[in-house]
DNA sequence: CTAATTCCTATTATAATCGCAGGAAAATAG
DNA sequence: CTATTTTCCTGCGATTATAATAGGAATTAG
């Protein structure tokens, strides 16, 4: 049931790129350094959240990424959503499925639909600003 | 983000034993048949609700499995974290896990407690009754 | 004793995740 | 035009998790 690192990193990349956006173009040399993932690792992350409409890249020399939209509207739901493929719990419930033999005397299924429901309601109320006013200021290490 | 079978096949499991609970001790055999699941993938489920303290097993000619509590007592909640170890989103939401260093300046950790709440407050709202009434008859196949 | 049934310990096959490497393509600066 | 910087693309290797099966020990009833 466990989000995968590249669902928690792209919150994490984001973030960051939120709080550095008045900079312009951010690296992602900027940001691996910032939150202490590779830098090739984090391209694989980035890439999707291209695809998905949510950042755009520019090449070259002062290129980078920027966020397609201000961060009081990128939904957590569409981030997760664009990294793990699908926030469903099961796969009936995923986009584009067939449902399945035993839909019509199903008993679980109305509960999943729920929970599906009760997950995308959360996760769509949430957004990348709602992040930014979270967790101290970026410098109250504990150490 | 996918629930394992393991997780969707126990619901299937209890839901067949509630309904087949005034007949006694309920074998693999015969759920195994309902469910069309093989009799050996059953045992390493079943073994964790017992396990879980959800169902008690009667070794032995006339035993079998049945539900330690009345379908109304049963959590949904708590059979999913019974299989599926836990429910939490993040490893730092586990049960018993140490707080990582980025804590106190994480960004996304109240974004994941909620998250993790919202789970627990639907899963464990939902029991196997609640199941029991949804979804047919048990008998009206589409085909 | 015999048959039925849960309990227990392994093992295998398959798939997914995590992370890295190497280089092509594009944009800019000089 | 050249050199540099940066995103883009393809693919690989290691590790871990899932799904399912196999074989047999322990227990109980008759």
Redesign the interface.
């Given at each position: 049931?466990?989000?995968s690192t590249k669902g928690?990193y792209a919150?994490?990349i984001l973030?960051d790129m939120a709080e550095h956006q008045s900079e312009g173009y951010i690296t992602l040399q900027e940001v691996a350094g910032r939150q202490d993932i590779s830098e090739k690792y984090l391209e694989s992350i980035v890439r999707e959240l291209v695809k998905g409409g949510i950042v755009s890249g520019q090449r070259g020399k002062g290129g980078g990424y920027r966020l397609c939209r201000p961060p009081e509207k990128i939904k957590?739901g569409d981030i997760?959503r664009c990294t793990?493929g699908?926030?469903?719990?099961?796969?009936c419930l995923m986009e584009g499925s067939v449902p399945c033999?035993r839909?019509?005397?199903?008993?679980?299924?109305?509960?999943w639909k729920?929970?599906d429901e009760?997950?995308r309601?959360?996760?769509d109320g949430?957004t990348i600003a709602?992040?930014?006013q979270?967790?101290?200021?970026?410098?109250?290490?504990?150490?």
């Open positions: 049931m466990l989000i928690r919150l994490r973030v957590v997760l793990e699908s926030l469903a719990p099961v796969a033999a839909t019509a005397r199903c008993r679980t299924l109305e509960f729920g929970l009760a997950i309601r959360y996760t949430y709602d992040m930014m979270s967790g101290g200021d970026g410098d109250d290490y504990i150490i």
